[in-house]
């Protein structure tokens, strides 16, 4: 894409994202439960069960995988550009797999503590890289001529399609939070501006640079072995709650003992290091664009529920216990949705074509709930 149009995918895209996640975090202060429970009055309790559960746990196990092959991608280059040792690859990320899992096992407590040195530190490194590379590198590159191949809107589409999963489990964070404003202040103010931030920087140097692989860039501009070991940590820390929460899930997924727990984020998490040595990172976008197309109406149905038919009032909300078909089959019509439709903002249009299939399911099928 063209610089403009990339700062502009990025930065409606994330937007877009954020304004849905408002209406999901408010709701998850509201009732104190985590996203799963939450999903139970729309979808059913063992709809959410194992049906919602399975797709959260495919997600992070995905996740898993993009974040220890850019982890082993790191390390590999910087003992390469630092210290001149020729570590493979494949070794790297086998290697960081385990270090990931046994953290995931064992040092999860430490690891959330250490975040909030990693991530800020990481921003701030990308921040400085910006202004290096810019300076570094010809300007002109930044408005050089590109072979397009996304438009502005399939750019603002991909950019919602890896924040939808935020949209569905904000829930399990803001349960926390006292209160709607504050809920507010910490999504409008404590995610959405370190998030553009980010999406920025992070365009201003793949375009200086001429690569969108943050390790070629951190190497590039001057800063391999303080900016991989940002990168790593970073990444280490992220990783090992996804191995964590994929763990959560198969336990609620297989009615487990949570005594199993440390044995089955043992398997998601191998399974996702399999997937990173096999290069998930070069499927990178079609993984993004699944997640999109399964979060998104998931969202429009949990959004309808609560806000439309529920009026946004804990007293009005309750589980529903096996299946809701109702919620199930208006998730399939944005599914397929999204499937059939390529043109326009696919994965916006999606959550609306969902919502409104609730609310038109619901209103022949349970009169009472959308007319009180």
């Known amino acids: 894409m063209s610089l403009t149009n990339a700062l502009l995918a990025g930065c409606i895209g994330y937007a877009f994202a954020m304004f849905f996640t408002c209406f999901t975090a408010i709701q998850g202060s509201d009732l104190s439960v ?20 399975v797709l959260f746990t495919i997600s992070l196990i995905g996740w898993f995988g993009v ?21 493979p690859a494949t070794a790297s990320i086998i290697l960081w797999g385990i270090v990931m899992l046994t953290t995931a096992v064992y040092g ?56 939808t999963m935020q949209i569905t489990t904000a829930a399990d964070i803001t349960r926390y939070q006292a209160g709607r404003s504050n809920t507010l202040k910490a999504t409008l103010l404590g995610i959405t501006p370190a998030g553009i ?16 692989d943050i390790s070629n860039v951190l190497c590039n ?45 043992l398997i998601a998490g191998c399974i996702g290091t399999l997937l990173a040595v096999v290069g998930l990172m070069n499927q990178f976008e079609a993984f993004i664009t699944w997640l999109g197309s399964a979060f998104s109406p998931m969202a ?20 529903r216990s096996n299946v809701d078909w109702l919620g199930m089959i208006a998730w ?33 099928f349970r009169k009472n709930e959308v007319n009180n």
Not at 224 to 238: F, S
Request: net charge positive; proline share 3%; hydrophobic share 50%.
């Open 300 to 319: 429009g149905v949990m959004l309808v529920d609560y806000w439309v038919l529920r009026k946004g009032k804990p007293e009005n909300w309750k589980p």
């Open 67 to 87: 974040n220890t092959s850019v982890c082993g991608s790191a390390f590999t280059k910087l003992m390469v550009n630092s210290f001149g040792i020729n570590f």
């Open 197 to 212: 931030l980010m999406l920025v920087v992070g365009i201003m140097m793949a375009k200086a640079v001429g690569d969108y």
């Open 34 to 53: 985590p996203s799963c429970i939450a999903l139970q009055s729309c979808f059913g309790e063992k709809g959410s069960k194992y049906f919602l559960s």
């Open 108 to 163: 999860i407590n430490a690891m959330g503590k250490l975040n909030y040195i990693a991530v800020p530190a990481l921003l701030i490194i990308c921040v400085i890289g910006c202004v290096l590379a810019l300076r570094q590198n010809n300007t002109s590159n930044l408005n050089a001529p590109v072979d397009t191949t996304m438009t502005l809107i399939q750019g603002i589409t991909f950019t919602t399609g890896f924040l």
């Open 221 to 265: 501009i001057g800063l391999p072995v303080l900016g991989m070991i940002v990168l790593i940590l970073a990444a280490w820390t992220t990783n090992t709650t996804n191995a964590y929460l994929a763990g959560i899930n198969i336990v609620n997924i297989f009615n487990l003992k949570d005594d199993k727990r440390a044995m089955v984020t």
């Open 332 to 364: 399939g019509i944005g599914f397929i949705f999204n499937l059939l439709v390529s043109q326009g903002l696919v994965l916006i249009q999606s959550i609306l074509v969902s919502g409104l299939a609730y609310w038109i399911l619901c209103r022949f």
